[in-house]
């Protein structure tokens, strides 16, 4: 007999301007604070801005995270240029990553 899982797949925005200068550097994501799905999956998306929203904030997460069994490694974005609407949350005023360039997405005209 077989058994059939259904999962509704969904699409990450870019939010990386350039690749040049990205620089990257591996990170423990916590689960502390994550509230599981509905499945009772605790996934960090990426863009997410780590470890929070605020003035502790030391980078941007490259990829998607699962922390539903535990703490898990994650790719940290610390240095690049990234288009701030394209995040998951908007970065709060007090953000101040040193490496990193908020920009906006440029108006596209025809």
């Known amino acids: 007999m077989s058994h059939i899982n259904v999962q509704a797949a969904t699409s990450a925005v870019n939010f990386i301007d350039t690749p ?5 550097k591996t990170v423990t994501v916590a689960q502390d604070d994550i509230t599981a799905d509905e499945k ?7 863009g997410t801005i780590y470890p929070k929203n605020d003035a ?3 980078g941007i997460l490259y990829d998607d995270v699962d922390v539903t069994d535990g703490d898990h490694e994650g790719s940290l974005i610390v240095a690049g ?20 360039t908020f920009v906006s997405t440029p108006a596209v005209t025809r």
């Not at 040049?20 to 990257?24: E, H, K, S, T």
């Not at 999956?41 to 990426?46: F, R």
């Open 56 to 58: 502790t904030a030391q």
């Open 81 to 100: 240029r990234i288009i701030k609407e394209n995040l998951p949350v908007e970065p709060a005023e007090t953000v101040k990553i040193d490496g990193i």
């Open 40 to 46: 009772g999956y605790k996934i960090v998306p990426a």
């Open 20 to 24: 040049v200068g990205l620089v990257r």
